[in-house]
């Protein structure tokens, strides 16, 4: 499996910890910043992070912010791109079993670490069901989105 991580400077504080966690896994990260605390723009960083995704060159995507609002909202401009915001870990599961989420948005200053690598291992773990009615409400979002 292959991740791609993006952060703004609101996010670098749980960087190293979600990237040495996922290499613990055997998981590859590719890291498209940021790379320190200096001010930074979280677009910058969710639009590379979901570049990626979208091309085929990570599986996943995690991109991390203050609130992880920003960063959500700029991946899920790019089509074919289904950003979660997650807080919990039901929410983790939900959204990869009911909407097949490719990426996962946080707010470093929402949450700890502890509960963003909780958050993670699930997300990361959990497999779409296919259900009818799921994939009917994702063909849904794929249609407005193609309407643009």
Do not use: W
């Not at 400077?9 to 910890?17: A, Q």
């Not at 590379?48 to 609130?67: K, N, P, S, Y």
């Not at 929402?110 to 063909?139: C, K, N, P, Y």
Request: with cysteine; hydrophobic share 40%; proline share 2%.
């Amino acid at each position: 499996m292959k991740v791609v991580f993006g952060c703004d400077h609101g996010g670098i504080v749980l960087k190293p910890e979600i990237i040495s966690h996922l290499e613990k896994k055997g998981i590859e990260v590719i890291d498209v910043g940021a790379y320190d605390d200096s001010s930074s723009d979280y677009p910058v960083f969710g639009e590379l992070a979901a570049r990626a995704v979208q091309r085929g060159e990570a599986d996943f995507g995690i991109v991390v912010c203050g609130t992880g609002i920003g960063i959500s909202i700029t991946a899920n401009k790019v089509p074919g791109i289904r950003c979660a915001l997650v807080h919990d870990t039901f929410s983790a599961h939900a959204t990869r079993e009911h909407n097949d989420a490719n990426m996962l948005a946080m707010g470093a200053r929402v949450i700890g670490a502890g509960l963003a690598l909780d958050i993670i291992d699930i997300f990361l773990g959990t497999g779409f069901s296919g259900e009818e009615r799921h994939q009917r409400r994702i063909d849904g979002i794929t249609r407005v989105e193609n309407e643009q």
